[in-house]
């Protein structure tokens, strides 16, 4: 899945009397994608560091620790925590971040470490194929990591990346890494992205998951310098959040699998496929919701909050349109 960005209209909204959230609403209509899936990714673009530190929006983002409990139960089970908001709150934001994901072994955090001694990258095996899992981002909007402190966060730093991938590929059989990247707004990539993801390919990384632009960008295949196959997602899109642009309410999940062949150790990917997801807004605010877009009803766009109060086209057909438009022919298209 694409970028979870919690706006501070999200978590007022879902707040309820008693002081609880309705975080679960957000991931239910979708919850049934990961239920079948070996790794369930997402993408923290916000930090979520808890009410301890200064629950806030825009620029300096912080939303409740509520948010990675129902994460956790609609059955996300890796999460990167490596973009420009990560150090929204500091160091003391990404430590309390990680702290409350430890309550959920299952669940694999990548991009941002509270110690030099934590691992920078993780390796997750599924059915006795060993998965190695990293994630990097651009920067963090000016903020400076302190000296001595670069552990924080992954940064985006191509030397650095071959080291890292180096050492990935040999404590695992597959490799996929999400990267912080692009454009906001954008719906092709830019020469960086390519570059990055060409010399990620060359590394022998198998899939390139992408963030940041806030709308969806095509995916393509890559050929490395060994001759390996690639599959990059440029970008994902907005899982959820309170942009009420239509093109930042279209947002986007990768399906594929990858079959590891032990003997020749070749990586082979599979049914690659891309399904929008649209952000559902109900008529009150009271309601904020992620369908993929083949649940997505056209009486659903009719009491959609944006449609009722600006008039904006949120009908099954406008996008369907729009995803044909800005994607290409190189995986299956689902809606």
Known sequence: ??????????????????????????????KYLNQDRDIAYINLETICAGEELGLSGYPLFNGPTQVLDSLHRADFNWISAASNHTFDRG??????????LEKYPDMTVTGSQKSPDAPRMQVKEVKGVKVGLMSYTFGLNGLELPAGKEYLVNLIDPEQIKKDMEQ????SDVQVVSMHWGEEYQFSPNDEQRQLAQLLSDAGVDVVVGGHPHVIQPMDYLTGAAGNQTLVMYSLGNFISSQAEADRML?????????????????NIADAEFWPMITYIGSDYQ?????????????????????????????????????????????????
């Not at 899945?1 to 979708?30: A, K």
């Not at 990935?168 to 404590?171: D, E, G, M, P, R």
């Not at 877009?293 to 449609?307: F, N, V």
């Open 287 to 335: 309601t904020y919701q992620t369908y993929a877009l083949k649940d997505y009803t056209d009486d659903l766009a009719q009491q959609h909050a944006i449609h009722v109060n600006q008039g904006q086209d949120l009908s099954r057909e406008y996008f369907i349109r729009r995803t044909n438009e800005i994607m290409n022919d190189q995986v299956k298209l689902v809606y």
């Open 251 to 267: 947002g986007g999940m990768a399906r594929w699998s990858l079959e590891y062949d032990k003997e020749t150790q070749q990586v």
């Open 91 to 100: 160091e003391a934001g990404i430590v309390k971040q990680l702290e409350h």
């Open 1 to 30: 899945m694409g970028d979870n960005l919690i706006h501070d209209f999200i978590y007022d909204h879902l707040r309820n009397s008693d002081g609880t959230y309705r975080f679960d609403e957000l991931y239910q209509p979708t």
């Open 168 to 171: 990935l590929n040999q404590q």
